[in-house]
């Protein structure tokens, strides 16, 4: 199964909008689908089956559903029907094309990087500077 992990991170199949963007971001916008996505990052790309999942947050039957049905709605998480139970997977590609649409303007328009480049002060030096010094607050 190591085909489904993307070989070069945040390029999306598929062009990522602003309206999917911002449905994926409140999704995740919440405490316990952030756990719960993160849990099924965390076993990517096998996934878990909801009693897993709900097991190792500590979640009910109820609660945990409407959360994973929030995800899959986002297109966070797919869900594939095994027998009696569900298998719920983060979707990859759907993460990095989001991280990627996050990170198309990094250093100044330079363009999404790749290959783990990532937007690194290393790689950025000035260009992702800001444009003037914050004045830090003393509590």
């Keep these: 199964m190591k085909d489904i992990l993307p070989t070069r991170p945040y390029l999306p199949a598929e062009p990522f909008d602003t309206a999917h963007a911002v449905d994926a971001l409140a999704a995740l916008a919440q405490s316990t689908r952030l756990a719960v996505f993160r849990r099924l990052v965390e076993f990517a790309p ?8 709900g097991a190792a947050l500590d979640l009910a039957p109820p609660t945990l559903s409407f959360h994973l049905k929030e995800l899959v709605n986002a297109g966070l998480v797919v869900d594939q029907r095994e027998g009696r139970h569900i298998r719920y997977r983060a979707d990859l590609a759907a993460m990095n094309a989001l991280i990627g649409y996050l990170t198309d303007n990094c250093c100044r328009g ?22 003037s010094p914050r004045a830090t607050r003393r509590r």
């Design 110 to 131: 330079q363009g999404r990087l790749v290959d783990g480049a990532g937007c690194a002060p290393a790689r950025a030096s000035s260009a992702c500077a800001p444009n």
């Design 46 to 53: 096998e996934g878990l089956n909801a009693g897993a999942i």
